[in-house]
Structure formats: C-alpha cells, structure tokens
C-alpha cells in the first residue's frame, strides 16, 4: 500500500523571530534541527522509495536529518519550487506583532489565513494550492499509483494547501488550520489511491 508522509519543516530563525519568511531563506535553529530528529526518531521502520522537499535551506536540511535518522540517506531526493512556501510578499522579513500593530488584528489575520487574502505583492492561499496541486497531480500521484511509498518535508501553507486537497476541507476549515513545526501527517491509500487511513505524529 503506497504511503505518503507530509513532515512541516523544523523551527526556523525566522519562526524563532517571529518574522514572516515565505521565500526568505532561513536556516533552522537548534531547536529545529531537534524538531526534524524527532521526527525522524517517529518516521523509524518506515522504508521511503522517494522524498521531496523544496528548494528553501529549512525544508532540506529537515529532510536531510529525517533520512539521516531513519538510516535512509541515499534515496532519490527531488527538490522544487512548487513546494516553497507561500509567497509572503511585502510582508517576507517583517515581525508579526509588529506588522498586527501597524495594520490591526483583522487584517493580519486575513493575509495569514484567509483562502482567497494575498498579501500585497505576495500569494494567497489559494494560489499556493493551485501550484501545489498540481506538482502533487504531475508528480506525486503517479508515484504513488506506482506503488512507491513518499516522504514530503514542506511548509506550513503549502502543507495546509495540500491538507485542504486530501482531506476534502472547506474554506472554513483550512482557514482555522494551524500545523506546527516538525510535525508529521501519513497517509496510507489503496493501490487505487483511495485514502484509507491517516495518523497524525
Ligand atoms: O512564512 C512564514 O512566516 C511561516 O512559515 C508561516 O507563517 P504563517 O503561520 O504566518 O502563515
């Protein structure tokens, strides 16, 4: 039965900030680099043919210490684009607190987690959904018919986005979403791809 994990990347500087990162590239901190053991540590037993992360330092040095700690760190590893997280616009390098004080609560609110909300100059969730689907379609899916069994270390948007796709979520629900570093999402399906069971790490 092929298997797909989602693991949200560790901890980054930025998180530790609390700073909007999108495509600012951040390393992890210590205590990242401990989230993405852990979750190694969790992922033991299991066997990958394949993993995917994106092209942003956190997601891969999450995934570099997951394979490391599962004693897998040979398999084919595909790094993309498609799976950075969502595009912060204006906002990328700004505090949160700060940003909540300069434009209020509500709106803030609105850019981090309304569906259809982009930040100026940055992308909606929604955008970030239209260009994960369609790698997790062209990409993802044929391996998983192939009968592999995948691990994907990504972001925290990305992951609700791809979330919102599999778990047939509405707006309502993915807005409330909040998925915390490091953490860790299987997915076993049928060989037809029918989702048969899902345990959360
Ligand atoms: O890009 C970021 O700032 C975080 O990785 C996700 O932030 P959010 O929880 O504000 O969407």
């Known amino acids: ?3 797909l994990v989602l693991v949200r990347h560790g901890q980054s500087e930025a998180n530790l900030a609390n700073v909007f990162t999108g495509w600012l590239d951040v390393p992890l901190t210590p205590q990242g680099e401990e989230e993405a053991r852990a979750a190694g540590r969790k992922l033991h037993g299991l066997r990958f043919d394949a993993a995917f992360c ?3 330092l956190r997601s891969f040095r999450t995934l570099e210490l997951i394979l490391e700690e599962i004693g ?3 398999i084919p590893v595909y790094a993309t684009d498609a799976l950075r997280e969502r595009m912060y616009g204006a906002l990328q390098g700004h505090n949160k607190l700060e940003a909540v004080h300069e434009y209020g609560a509500e709106q803030v ?3 981090r987690r309304g569906y259809d909300d982009a930040p100026p100059a940055g992308e909606s969730l929604h955008h970030t959904l239209d260009r994960v689907v369609r790698y997790y379609d062209d990409t993802l899916v044929p ?3 192939a009968g592999r069994n995948l691990l994907v270390v990504s972001h925290g948007n990305t992951l609700r986005a791809l979330r919102m796709q599999l778990d047939g979520l509405s707006v ?3 807005e409330a979403m909040e998925i915390p ?5 299987v997915y076993e399906f049928t060989p037809e791809l029918v989702i ?3 345990h959360d790490m």
């Open 54 to 56: 994106s092209t942003l």
């Open 143 to 145: 391996a998983l018919r």
């Open 181 to 185: 570093t490091g953490a860790i999402r």
């Open 72 to 74: 897998q760190p040979a």
């Open 172 to 174: 309502p629900e993915v």
């Open 109 to 111: 609110a609105r850019w």
């Open 196 to 198: 048969q069971a899902v």
């Open 1 to 3: 039965m092929p298997l």
